[in-house]
T-cell receptor
Framework: GQQLNQSPQSMFIQEGEDVSMNCTSSSIFNTWLWYKQDPGEGPVLLIALYKAGELTSNGRLTAQFGITRKDSFLNISASIPSDVGIYFCAGQLRNAGGTSYGKLTFGQGTILTVHP | EPEVTQTPSHQVTQMGQEVILRCVPISNHLYFYWYRQILGQKVEFLVSFYNNEISEKSEIFDDQFSVERPDGSNFTLKIRSTKLEDSAMYFC??????????????FGDGTRLSIL
């Protein structure tokens, strides 16, 4: 099945610094999603990307859908303590019939720690 | 904002016992999912459900697992005879049906299943 490689596995940064993480895949995805997970909670959607080359922002977050459809990155600018958590990329594939039941394949996650 | 709700938040069960995890998806959503996350690992797809039937399932979702939408609001995951390795967080997710499969999924906060 599809595999997503997410890096880095963890990051320790100072408040105010910018953060960048990325995901790569050996196969194509039609949709890339970025989620954040806080301890004891479910993944919360941050950004959804639907077109190759698409660059989308959500406040201090910016994400891009790679041209090859095999990668995506997420940038967080001017990090703050509440950015702490685990960030997951997820890919969704449309099946041969052009529809998709929406199965998501997740990356391994990036653990972000922000020091005040 | 509407949420996916899951009960119970924590379930402790003896190995070999049956367990039912419950979810109430967002009310106008039509696609429903179960995922699991073993402690410290990535989120893994189990099953998708649409139009009262399973649309896709992973190899994790073997004969011990079943899903049901017993009424208009609940979506359940049953594990028939639990094993130690079934211990994990189980997340329910749902999404609406607008266009061919590109609407993001919304996740509940999960049920922590502990098998003793």
């Amino acid at each position: 099945g599809q595999q997503l490689n997410q890096s880095p596995q963890s990051m320790f940064i100072q408040e105010g610094e910018d953060v960048s993480m990325n995901c790569t895949s050996s196969s194509i995805f039609n949709t890339w999603l970025w989620y954040k997970q806080d301890p004891g909670e479910g993944p919360v959607l941050l950004i959804a990307l639907y077109k190759a080359g698409e660059l989308t922002s959500n406040g201090r977050l910016t994400a891009q859908f790679g041209i090859t459809r095999k990668d995506s990155f997420l940038n967080i600018s001017a990090s703050i303590p509440s950015d702490v958590g685990i960030y997951f990329c997820a890919g969704q594939l449309r099946n041969a019939g052009g529809t998709s039941y929406g199965k998501l394949t997740f990356g391994q996650g990036t653990i972000l720690t922000v020091h005040p | 904002e509407p949420e996916v709700t899951q009960t119970p938040s924590h379930q402790v069960t003896q190995m070999g016992q049956e367990v039912i995890l419950r979810c109430v998806p967002i009310s106008n959503h039509l696609y429903f999912y179960w995922y699991r996350q073993i402690l410290g690992q990535k989120v893994e797809f189990l099953v998708s459900f649409y139009n009262n039937e399973i649309s896709e399932k992973s190899e994790i979702f073997d004969d011990q697992f079943s899903v049901e939408r017993p009424d208009g609001s609940n979506f359940t995951l049953k594990i028939r005879s639990t094993k130690l390795e079934d211990s994990a967080m189980y997340f329910c997710a749902s999404r609406p049906h607008r266009g061919p499969g590109n609407q993001p999924q919304h996740f509940g906060d999960g049920t922590r299943l502990s098998i003793l």
